[in-house]
């Protein structure tokens, strides 16, 4: 157990609705990072969050959005939401080391599935 | 071109096997590296963390970094039925950096 958790673990939804998912990091991690795997893409990075602020954007698309909130946890939604949409959703967050870097430690997912 | 490249195999090998598991990189601004362990339909877990070039070992796991070939590599000894799962490379070029991850290696050990 990461110490990461996730919620909800499944969710099955139709086209053009929405959802948010729920991330809370390990306690005392101040980043939270969120992203998306699929069979052909793999795991790909959708967004970070460092202590409440929007830090780094990846490939994530202009129908999702995400913030983190003051107690840390953080959520991602997702809009209009498309076949393509159903995949994998991880969060991680990561706690510091020694040399001013981190490691980032997985949650254990949500499994978004679009009919 | 990916930044990461990973053959997704998959990788079977008798239990007790050497298992050799590799990425290489485009990216000459990676200094962290990272392999990952994933069971089907859970989270990746952390296995090995290096930096920059050499040798790390923990238990039966030993990871190794050549950055003037841009090759990382990710050695299981004695391998074990529980270590069948996907195994995947990451890279981040500093430090609180998004990881670039390779696709996995899907490792099934034989008992």
């Known amino acids: 157990d990461s110490g990461v958790t996730q919620t909800p673990k499944h969710l099955i939804t139709a086209t053009g609705q929405r959802v948010t998912l729920r991330c809370s990091p390990r306690?005392?991690?101040?980043?939270v990072y969120w992203y998306q795997q699929s069979l052909d893409q793999g795991l790909q990075f959708l967004i970070q969050y460092y202590n409440g602020e929007e830090r780094a954007k990846g490939n994530i698309l202009e129908r999702f959005s995400a913030q983190q909130f003051p107690d840390l946890h953080s959520e991602l939604n997702l809009s209009s939401l498309e076949l393509g949409d159903s995949a994998l959703y991880f969060c991680?967050?990561?706690?510091?080391?020694?040399?001013?870097?981190?490691?980032?430690?997985f949650g254990p997912g949500t499994r978004l599935t679009v009919l | 071109q990916k930044e990461v490249e990973q053959d997704p195999g998959p990788l079977s090998v008798p239990e007790g096997a050497i298992v050799s598991l590799n990425c290489t990189y485009s990216?000459?601004?990676?200094?962290?590296f990272m392999w990952y362990r994933q069971y089907s339909r859970k989270g990746p877990e952390l296995l090995m963390y290096t930096y920059s070039s050499g040798n790390k070992e923990d238990g039966r796991f030993t990871a190794q970094v050549d950055k003037s070939s841009k090759y990382i590599s990710l050695f299981i000894r004695d391998s074990q039925p529980s270590d069948s799962a996907t195994y995947l490379c990451?890279?981040?070029?500093?430090?609180?950096?998004?990881?670039?991850f390779g696709a996995g290696t899907r490792l099934a050990v034989h008992p």
């Open positions: 990216n000459s601004a990676f200094q962290y």
């Open positions: 306690s005392g991690d101040l980043s």
């Open positions: 991680a967050s990561s706690a510091p080391i020694a040399g001013g870097t981190d490691t980032q430690y």
């Open positions: 990451a890279m981040a070029s500093g430090g609180y950096n998004k990881l670039i």
